[in-house]
């Protein structure tokens, strides 16, 4: 299964690097097309999207994320960070992991 990046232009050159494919995009109408396209590939098994374009399909994400098992629809924070009210990268990976890893976290 690979990897499948739908995001601003710098995000998708970012995951570029390391091997992830991907469409950059600027309205939601090219964010459909892209999605529309990824899900109909039979080898993409996740779908990342930034919190900004997934905002903008969120009535499209919602549905598919409960009638399929394929792909997996990821929400990344951009550029520009998370939206307002949604944790960021790190908060989601400290509480999947459910210790802080920061110094500066530690009580002292």
Not at 84 to 108: E, N, T
């Amino acid at each position: 299964m690979k990897f499948y990046c739908i995001a601003d232009e710098d995000t998708v050159r970012g995951l570029r690097l390391a091997g992830v494919d991907g469409k950059a995009v600027t309205t939601e109408v090219e964010a459909q097309a892209a999605l529309d396209e990824a899900s109909a590939r039979p080898d993409t098994g996740i779908v990342i999207l930034t919190q900004q374009v997934a905002a903008s399909l969120r009535p499209l994400l919602d549905s598919p994320r409960f009638e399929r098992d394929r792909p997996l629809i990821v929400e990344i924070p951009g550029p520009s960070g998370p939206l307002p009210g949604l944790r960021s990268l790190h908060q989601l990976v400290q509480a999947a992991v459910g210790i802080s890893l920061d110094l500066k976290d530690r009580p002292s």
